[in-house]
């Protein structure tokens, strides 16, 4: 079997061979091609042990490695274990030493981390700067404290709690509220507000400065303000913010009127402009039936004498003008010559009741499209930051308040116009019917 392989096996390598002319050569060649692979065979063996005794050397050297590792790992492991043994002793001598100090150097730094934080946020430091640098070798070290921190910790204390009453003015070199600084004279009371001439001033901790606020109290606080800077003697009135600050800070972020209106956008604008419009027409119907009213309270002051420019002189006129008629005819032309009267006094009032109902609608237009803002912005950008969500919202309320200021006065304005009128129209039905009464009288007189 393994002679036909080898057969096979010259027969595909050598063809050569293959074309030999008898068998006796093609058994000769076969057999050299035999001794040939056998001695491949036998230097492959002979690599391949070679190899393995190699690999086997790297073997027990690796063992012998870590097994030198090992110990070292548990001498290493040893000596750790007594070091921490005589560390704890050493600690518990040292508790055991120290006593009651080590309490007392805990209460002497946590005091002086305390007052950092304060002095760091103290509107003082603006007029002694680096105070707070002070005391960083106190609080942020673990050593215990010398005599000089001690005494540097309570006269920075005591300097505290003093200038906390003082009312001081001091030069200092302080910011406009555009970044730009200028020197000038300031006026700090306690730690509670700094004053110079623009108004106001804010702390700032991390340069130790101040600068003006970019938004002052309007009206009168920073007119006290600007007065308690030149005032005389002991006392002068002023206004403080006791929260050191934080309630003059949220007023730079607080929209004023016009600012609120502007939240409104468009819609705003349109519902405003029709208020004017219905402002402006009640306005002026107000005018006519006040001269209106003027001149029919005239003519009624001197019935004997009608007069055409008013319209109960004018009804007057109809019905001297048609005395000879009959009493239903008298009354018809009375009638007739009212219900021409009536359209000019109620002239605007349906206009002005049209913008009072408008203006609401318009408000709740501009919620919904305030709102339609808000969820394309939770859309885009999810609900992580509330201030993307904050125009349209505002656009939300702004539109629905104008809306409301608008419609509501224009409600009140719009009843005022009816009720004058109706009082004129009353006079001339009165008087129109006292007329044909008088009229009839005469007849049968």
């Given at each position: 079997?393994?002679?036909?392989?080898?057969?096979?096996?010259?027969?595909?390598?050598?063809?050569?061979?293959?074309?030999?002319?008898?068998?006796?050569?093609?058994?000769?060649?076969?057999?050299?091609?035999?001794?040939?692979?056998?001695?491949?065979?036998?230097?492959?063996?002979?690599?391949?042990?070679?190899?393995?005794q190699h690999r086997q050397q790297l073997l027990a050297e690796a063992k012998a490695r870590l097994k030198a590792l090992e110990k070292q790992a548990e001498a290493l492991k040893a000596e750790f274990e007594?070091?921490?043994?005589?560390?704890?002793?050493?600690?518990?001598?040292?508790?055991?030493?120290?006593?009651?100090?080590?309490?007392?150097?805990?209460?002497?730094?946590?005091?002086?981390?305390?007052?950092?934080?304060?002095?760091?946020?103290?509107?003082?430091?603006?007029?002694?700067?680096?105070?707070?640098?002070?005391?960083?070798?106190?609080?942020?070290?673990?050593?215990?404290?010398?005599?000089?921190?001690?005494?540097?910790?309570?006269?920075?204390?005591?300097?505290?709690?003093?200038?906390?009453?003082?009312?001081?003015?001091?030069?200092?070199?302080?910011?406009?509220?555009?970044?730009?600084?200028?020197?000038?004279?300031?006026?700090?009371?306690?730690?509670?507000?700094?004053?110079?001439?623009?108004?106001?001033?804010?702390?700032?901790?991390?340069?130790?400065?101040?600068?003006?606020?970019?938004?002052?109290?309007?009206?009168?606080?920073?007119?006290?303000?600007?007065?308690?800077?030149?005032?005389?003697?002991?006392?002068?009135?002023?206004?403080?913010?006791?929260?050191?600050?934080?309630?003059?800070?949220?007023?730079?972020?607080?929209?004023?009127?016009?600012?609120?209106?502007?939240?409104?956008?468009?819609?705003?604008?349109?519902?405003?402009?029709?208020?004017?419009?219905?402002?402006?027409?009640?306005?002026?119907?107000?005018?006519?039936?006040?001269?209106?009213g003027k001149r029919v309270e005239a003519q009624l002051a001197d019935v004997e004498q009608p007069r055409d420019d008013n319209p109960l002189g004018r009804i007057f006129l109809t019905a001297l003008g048609?005395?000879?008629?009959?009493?239903?005819?008298?009354?018809?032309?009375?009638?007739?010559?009212?219900?021409?009267?009536?359209?000019?006094?109620?002239?605007?009032?349906?206009?002005?009741?049209?913008?009072?109902?408008?203006?609401?609608?318009?408000?709740?237009?501009?919620?919904?499209?305030?709102?339609?803002?808000?969820?394309?912005?939770?859309?885009?950008?999810?609900?992580?930051?509330?201030?993307?969500?904050?125009?349209?919202?505002?656009?939300?309320?702004?539109?629905?308040?104008?809306?409301?200021?608008?419609?509501?006065?224009?409600?009140f304005l719009h009843a005022l116009l009816a009720s004058r009128s109706r009082t004129i129209v009353s006079i001339l039905e009165e008087q129109s019917a006292g007329l044909v009464s008088q009229i009839l009288?005469?007849?049968?007189?």
């Amino acid at each position: 079997m393994r002679i036909l392989t080898w057969l096979l096996a010259a027969c595909l390598l050598l063809p050569v061979s293959a074309a030999a002319a008898d068998l006796d050569q093609l058994l000769a060649e076969v057999k050299r091609q035999q001794i040939r692979l056998s001695q491949v065979d036998r230097q492959r063996e002979a690599r391949f042990l070679a190899e393995k005794q190699h690999r086997q050397q790297l073997l027990a050297e690796a063992k012998a490695r870590l097994k030198a590792l090992e110990k070292q790992a548990e001498a290493l492991k040893a000596e750790f274990e007594a070091n921490r043994q005589e560390l704890l002793k050493l600690e518990e001598k040292l508790q055991a030493s120290s006593g009651v100090l080590g309490e007392i150097v805990g209460t002497v730094r946590q005091v002086a981390g305390d007052l950092k934080a304060d002095l760091q946020q103290s509107l003082v430091s603006a007029q002694y700067p680096g105070r707070a640098a002070r005391l960083a070798p106190i609080a942020d070290s673990k050593r215990l404290p010398t005599l000089e921190q001690l005494h540097t910790l309570w006269t920075l204390m005591l300097e505290e709690m003093t200038e906390a009453g003082k009312v001081v003015r001091f030069q200092r070199e302080i910011l406009a509220s555009d970044g730009k600084p200028f020197e000038t004279d300031v006026v700090r009371i306690g730690v509670f507000n700094a004053i110079a001439a623009p108004g106001y001033l804010r702390y700032l901790p991390e340069t130790e400065q101040l600068m003006v606020l970019s938004r002052q109290p309007e009206g009168k606080p920073l007119r006290l303000a600007r007065d308690f800077l030149h005032a005389q003697g002991d006392r002068a009135p002023v206004a403080i913010d006791p929260t050191r600050g934080v309630f003059l800070e949220m007023l730079t972020h607080t929209p004023n009127a016009w600012e609120r209106i502007q939240q409104g956008g468009l819609i705003g604008y349109i519902i405003l402009a029709l208020g004017a419009i219905g402002l402006a027409i009640v306005a002026v119907r107000l005018a006519v039936l006040w001269g209106v009213g003027k001149r029919v309270e005239a003519q009624l002051a001197d019935v004997e004498q009608p007069r055409d420019d008013n319209p109960l002189g004018r009804i007057f006129l109809t019905a001297l003008g048609a005395k000879s008629t009959d009493p239903e005819t008298l009354e018809a032309l009375l009638d007739e010559a009212i219900l021409r009267e009536i359209p000019p006094l109620e002239r605007g009032q349906s206009l002005v009741k049209l913008l009072a109902a408008v203006a609401p609608l318009l408000g709740l237009l501009g919620t919904v499209t305030g709102m339609i803002q808000t969820f394309q912005a939770i859309s885009l950008f999810g609900t992580g930051d509330p201030k993307l969500m904050a125009g349209g919202i505002s656009q939300a309320l702004v539109t629905t308040m104008l809306g409301l200021s608008v419609a509501i006065p224009l409600l009140f304005l719009h009843a005022l116009l009816a009720s004058r009128s109706r009082t004129i129209v009353s006079i001339l039905e009165e008087q129109s019917a006292g007329l044909v009464s008088q009229i009839l009288e005469k007849r049968r007189g």
